[in-house]
């Protein structure tokens, strides 16, 4: 199997693995919901954890790869697969936010209903804050390759220090990092072996 084939199968890893993550956290709220009080709980909150544990396992694991391959890539100045590794990374994470926003969203109104309010002064709060930070891992690990094609083009004049440095903080931003993949991927793209910018 080539580099390229490699690279795209650890991209790819890790984005299942965050599907597999968001899947178990649904799956506890429907286990307790279905099951509770039940002697097949147990068994399937241990089934359920586990697979949990395993999904930020690989997420690390995978991220970690990602982000060192996006290094490489941008020692050697390959602009045009830093621009293909992107592309792949970001767009197949987004029905995983969207649906990641949905289930957040859906907790959290089931917390204050169910407590009338008194969850956002309890230990709840640390438990959202701490879901949020590790889904924020899913935009540090995904924009690897858009961090470096943006640093690369910088160290080829193609983008001014100033926008480089907006286009870096656009990229650790939710909804905003895909606008500007969009705006990146129309800008510069490869035609005929050749890397070209569309305008400036």
Do not use: H, W
Not at 40 to 61: C, E, R, V
Not at 116 to 125: K, M, Y
Not at 155 to 173: E, P, Y
Not at 177 to 192: A, G, P, Q, S
Request: aromatic share 14%; with cysteine; net charge positive.
């Amino acid at each position: 199997m080539s580099r390229k084939g490699v690279t795209m199968k650890r991209i790819r890893a890790l984005q299942i693995s965050y599907y597999i993550n968001i899947f178990a956290a649904i799956a506890l709220i429907l286990i307790l919901m279905l099951f509770y009080g039940s002697k097949i709980q147990n068994i399937f909150l241990l089934a359920d954890i586990m697979l949990g544990i395993f999904s930020i396992i690989a997420i690390f694991l995978f991220g970690i790869l990602c982000i060192s391959n996006a290094v490489v890539l941008y020692r050697r100045g390959d602009l045009a697969t830093l621009r293909q590794y992107m592309k792949v990374a970001k767009r197949g994470l987004i029905p995983f936010f969207i649906i990641n926003f949905i289930y957040c969203a859906f907790l959290n109104m089931i917390l204050f209903v169910a407590s009338r309010g008194i969850f956002i002064i309890g230990p709840i709060p640390i438990m959202i804050i701490i879901m949020v930070s590790f889904t924020y891992l899913a935009v540090l690990f995904s924009s690897s390759y858009s961090i470096a094609f943006i640093i690369q083009l910088k160290k080829k004049d193609k983008l001014s220090q100033g926008v480089a440095f907006l286009n870096i903080c656009l990229q650790l931003i939710f909804v905003l990092d895909i606008i500007e993949l969009i705006y990146l991927l129309r800008r510069f793209r490869k035609e005929n072996d050749v890397f070209i910018e569309t305008y400036s």
